[in-house]
């Protein structure tokens, strides 16, 4: 990673209605972790069980051979989209964000008993776009950002670095977002720096 914290130059171009509308079909299952609680819900497209409402990590440091595919990413454009991004990944989750919620800011311990090979970063992506969906990041004394992500953008972070949150101020939009948790490298890198748009 360049930074602990930055907007890739890569959009993702597709067609998102049809994964909204199958995940739509199933139930979206509450994070009662202590910064999602009543802020968010979310489905698993890869977990640490296989199954799509798993959504946390039981054990530290995360690790790709511990994680499995779940029935969803049978979906062919939920796969050509999780196919799209080449790192290693542990945990891939879908967040959906009703109207009035906010993710609260925090920073989350993905790292704190990684060795060098096992560090881990994340990647949020924007399913849906409304300039009343907020994204909020905080590294160290900086200022706190404040970012409206259009659908297709995506940002890159280091979840034990930068503090994060999200809100949806809109009075009758849903939030989605696609949310990976990997190992840096080079196609990361590429991602990142390579200003073009990927019609998926």
């Known amino acids: 990673m360049l930074s602990n914290f930055v907007i890739a ?12 509308n ?3 079909k199933c139930t979206f299952f509450e994070c009662n972790d202590y910064d ?7 489905i698993a497209i890869k977990s640490e069980s296989g199954n799509i409402n798993d959504l946390l990590r039981s054990k530290q440091p995360e690790k ?13 454009s939920i796969k050509k989209l999780i196919n799209f991004f080449e790192l290693e990944t542990t945990r891939i989750r879908i967040f959906k964000q009703k109207p009035f919620q906010k993710t609260p800011m925090h920073i989350d311990y993905n790292n704190t008993f990684a060795k060098e090979n096992d560090f881990l970063l994340r990647i949020w992506t924007a399913l849906t776009e409304d300039n009343k969906f907020i994204y ?28 994060h949150g999200a809100a949806n101020l ?12 990997g190992k840096p490298n080079k196609w ?13």
Do not use: M
Not at 36 to 42: E, F, P, R, S, Y
Not at 139 to 144: F, S
Not at 188 to 200: A, D, G, N, W
């Open 9 to 20: 130059k890569t959009i993702i171009e597709g067609e998102w209605s049809s994964i909204i």
């Open 36 to 42: 999602l609680k009543n802020a968010i819900t979310g």
């Open 136 to 163: 909020l990041f905080k590294e160290g004394e900086a200022l706190t950002q404040s970012i409206c992500l259009k659908k297709g953008e995506s940002v890159i972070f280091n979840p034990d670095k930068v503090y």
């Open 64 to 76: 790709p051979e511990d994680y499995s595919l779940t029935i969803l990413h049978e979906h062919p």
């Open 188 to 200: 990361v890198k590429e991602f990142i720096e390579s200003e073009k748009t990927v019609i998926l």
């Open 170 to 181: 809109s009075t009758d939009k849903i939030r989605y977002s696609l949310n990976i948790i």
């Open 22 to 24: 199958k995940l739509n």
